[in-house]
């Protein structure tokens, strides 16, 4: 989602302790599965985090040192800096919605209860960002 | 390597199937304990100013939906009271 190992961790990391501090105040009802709980905050936090991002303008910087500690492969790591360049001018909901989709492999009903929207939403940005993926791949290649 | 005949389907499970090797760092679920030990450890800090924000923003919602009440009361009595005034004398106000 982040396009980066590093802050995935982060964002990963924060989402066990907001998690964690939910399940002792008792705010988790366990109308959910505890799967699904999880998405949803790493999904919410995931939005925040692209959405600050943009406002900053802020590219995501490889850390060569770090990326070569973090044990991944070359090649997971060009994917994902290709992955990340490719979807880096999605709005933060479309970009999210289309990685629960693609790469998670969540059905549009699943990504409606984790985003909390309509399955309609779900479908449209999932289109909008097919659309302008596709625009972006036309206009390097 | 991006292939200008590559779909946007194709492409995104090209990508998918090579980032799904992607690991966290060995110790990320050790740093993850820590994270969730110091957070218990320091409570979050309570944010007085921004409640009290909050409070003043809610009493000033209820405030103002007091004075409207209180207004529309008042205009109502004050029209009940013009009506009896002019019963009492006897005057009938006709509006046409």
Redesign the interface.
């Known amino acids: 989602m982040l396009g980066n190992v590093s802050d995935a961790e982060d964002l990963v990391q924060e989402a066990f302790v907001r998690a964690h501090r939910s399940l002792l105040e008792g705010k988790f009802d366990g109308r959910s599965s505890v799967d699904t709980w999880l998405y949803r905050i790493v999904s919410n936090l995931a939005v925040d985090q692209l959405r600050q991002r943009k406002r900053r303008g802020a590219q995501v910087e490889a850390n060569d040192e770090m990326m070569a500690e973090d044990g991944n492969s070359a090649e997971s790591r060009i994917a994902l800096k290709e992955l990340d360049d490719w979807m880096s001018d999605l709005a933060p909901e479309q970009r999210v919605t289309l990685v629960l989709s693609a790469i998670e492999g969540f059905s549009n009903l699943e990504i409606a209860k984790l985003m909390a929207c309509t399955e309609g939403a779900v479908e449209q940005r999932l289109v909008r960002a097919r659309a302008a993926l596709r625009q972006k791949r036309n206009v390097f290649s | 390597m991006?292939n200008?005949n590559?779909s946007?389907?194709q492409?995104?499970?090209?990508?998918?199937e090579?980032?799904a090797?992607?690991?966290?760092?060995?110790d990320?679920a050790d740093?993850?304990m820590v994270?969730?030990a110091e957070?218990?450890v320091a409570p979050l800090t309570v944010d007085w100013a921004a409640q009290v924000m909050a409070l003043a923003r809610v009493g000033v919602v209820v405030a103002t939906v007091a004075a409207a009440a209180v207004l529309s009361v008042a205009v109502n009595r004050s029209s009940s009271a013009d009506q009896e005034e002019a019963l009492a004398y006897g005057v009938v106000e006709a509006f046409e």
Request: net charge positive; hydrophobic share 40%; no cysteine.
């Open positions: 991006t200008v590559e946007v389907e492409r995104l499970t090209r990508l998918t090579q980032t090797g992607l690991v966290a760092r060995s990320f740093r993850v994270s969730i957070r218990r």
